[in-house]
């Protein structure tokens, strides 16, 4: 049996579903793929050993994706709130600009571990800009942006 079948073998058998499959590799590559056809022959034999092996691998990965996208989530919050976007106390106007002006259009606890990385290069190029042109900042921030 090829490596890479064995792989999707043990993970079927775990229950891993495409989406989270997709998560543990972006995680596992540390963000150079998510798909387990750009997997390295080194990295499908440890994955392979870690589900063989560990009596408890798929509540460990999952473990392991979920403190990704809690570390992620809060690049993305230390970003909004120093650009303004997020008071520390409060929520709404975070809300109404995720809603509105990210990437994905879609609230932070929707966003995929892969999803996050483009969303933190977003709040990175915002940051930029305000940086680069601070007379500019209040436009570039609330632009589009409705609050009711």
């Given at each position: 049996?090829?490596?890479?079948?064995?792989?999707?073998?043990?993970?079927?058998?775990?229950?891993?579903?495409?989406?989270?499959?997709?998560?543990?590799?972006?995680?596992?590559?540390?963000?150079?793929?998510?798909?387990?056809?750009?997997?390295?022959?080194?990295?499908?034999?440890?994955?392979?050993?870690?589900?063989?092996?560990?009596?408890?691998?798929?509540?460990?990965?999952q473990g392991a994706v979920d403190n990704e996208i809690r570390r992620?989530?809060?690049?993305?919050?230390?970003?909004?709130?120093?650009?303004?976007?997020?008071?520390?106390?409060?929520?709404?106007?975070?809300?109404?600009?995720?809603?509105?002006?990210?990437?994905?259009?879609?609230?932070?606890?929707?966003?995929?571990?892969?999803?996050?990385?483009?969303?933190?290069?977003?709040?990175?190029?915002?940051?930029?800009?305000?940086?680069?042109?601070?007379?500019?900042?209040?436009?570039?921030?609330?632009?589009?942006?409705?609050?009711?």
């Open positions: 049996m090829s490596s890479h079948k064995k792989l999707m073998t043990l993970l079927g058998k775990a229950g891993i579903d495409d989406n989270q499959r997709h998560d543990l590799v972006y995680v596992w590559t540390q963000g150079r793929t998510s798909s387990t056809r750009d997997l390295t022959e080194d990295e499908i034999r440890d994955i392979c050993w870690k589900f063989e092996n560990q009596f408890n691998a798929p509540v460990m990965v992620k989530r809060s690049i993305v919050l230390k970003l909004a709130t120093e650009q303004g976007l997020k008071e520390i106390t409060g929520w709404e106007r975070f809300n109404a600009f995720m809603a509105v002006r990210s990437v994905h259009k879609k609230a932070l606890n929707e966003y995929t571990v892969r999803e996050l990385d483009e969303l933190i290069r977003q709040f990175r190029g915002i940051a930029e800009n305000n940086k680069r042109y601070p007379s500019k900042k209040n436009f570039t921030l609330l632009s589009g942006l409705i609050l009711n």
